[in-house]
Every structure is written in C-alpha cells, then in structure tokens.
C-alpha cells in the first residue's frame, strides 16, 4: 500500500502507479457515462413538469366541482332529474341536507362519501356558496303525452277516481294559475299515495 500524502492546495498529486491512474480513469467515465443517460432520461420530464399547466386556484368554486359531477354545472341541476339542482337553496336548508348525510339520516353513498368527515364551518361554507348563486332556470321541456293520457290526468286531478272512491278529488282551484300553482303543495301532501 502506498503511504498517505498529506494535500496541499495548489499541489498536483503525481502518481507513480500507472494501473490506479487507468482505474480511476476508468472509474470517472463510467461514472460520467451513467451522469450523462441519467440526464438525457430526465430531459422528457424536465421538459413535462415545465409545460404542466398551472395549479387551479383555491376557490370555493373550484373546491366544489366534485359536487358539479351529479347536480350539474353551478349547481343547476342534470337533465336526468335524478339529482336536485342546489343553485340558489336557502342555506340553512343545503346545511342541514349535507350534515344528514354525514350524520346518517340520509342515506346515499355517494353524498356520504363526499362530506363524512367535513367540519360544519365548511359545509356551512358550501352551503352558502350555493346560496349564492342566482341562476336561471332553463326552460322546461314540454312533455310528451298522447291526448288520451292527458284526459285522464285531468279527469284524476278534477275527479279523483269514481269507481274506487279511492283517491278524492283535487282542489281543482289551486291547479288553475301559474301563481296558484306555486304555492299548492305536490299531490302526495294531501294525499297518501303509495
């Protein structure tokens, strides 16, 4: 084994021993080799990660499009009815439907999912972001019923059915204006229909 050489700066070290000068050599190409296809594999995701766009901001409204995924965009509700639009709801109201999900008085899997471990200060905060919102309805699609379809729901709603005597009549009035129509409650509020 060669004796230890204490360094000095600025002293250049001379090596007596040919093959430790061929191996270190060695050694150093190997190394930048490996250096330099390391950096020629990470230039693709350099080159990724530069052009990634920029993080959405942290906004109520972008904090609450997972619930855009059932109830529509802003919250307007889908065209397939199933789930209610939630733009413009009271607040206490949103509130109160959130905390019974996550508190199982409600019962749907995926809105227990979405708020079971949400604090009240932020359902409170969802909730009044929907509250906020004031959009306007879409126009309703007219619906499609034959003639004799529509004779005999006029005739159950006017009616009742006679044969029966099941199911009374309705307080016909209440169905005749648009403004009236507002405030008379669904048929199944006067009615036990099941």
Known sequence: MAPKRE???GH???FENKPTLIAMKSHLTRVLSVFSATLEAMLPV???AQ???PRPEDTIAERTRACTACHGKEGRATSEGFFPRIAGKPEGYL???MVNFRDGRRQNTSMIY????MSDPY???IAQYFSSLDLPYSA???GVVSAEMMTLGEALVLHGTRREKSLPACNATAHRSPASRRRCPACSACRAIT
């Open 51 to 53: 052009t990634l766009p």
């Open 114 to 117: 979405m708020v079971q471990h």
């Open 95 to 97: 509130f109160n439907q």
């Open 140 to 142: 309703p699609h007219p």
């Open 12 to 14: 250049v070290l001379k």
């Open 7 to 9: 360094l000095i700066p």
């Open 123 to 125: 359902l409170h905060e």
């Open 46 to 48: 350099i080159a990724m």
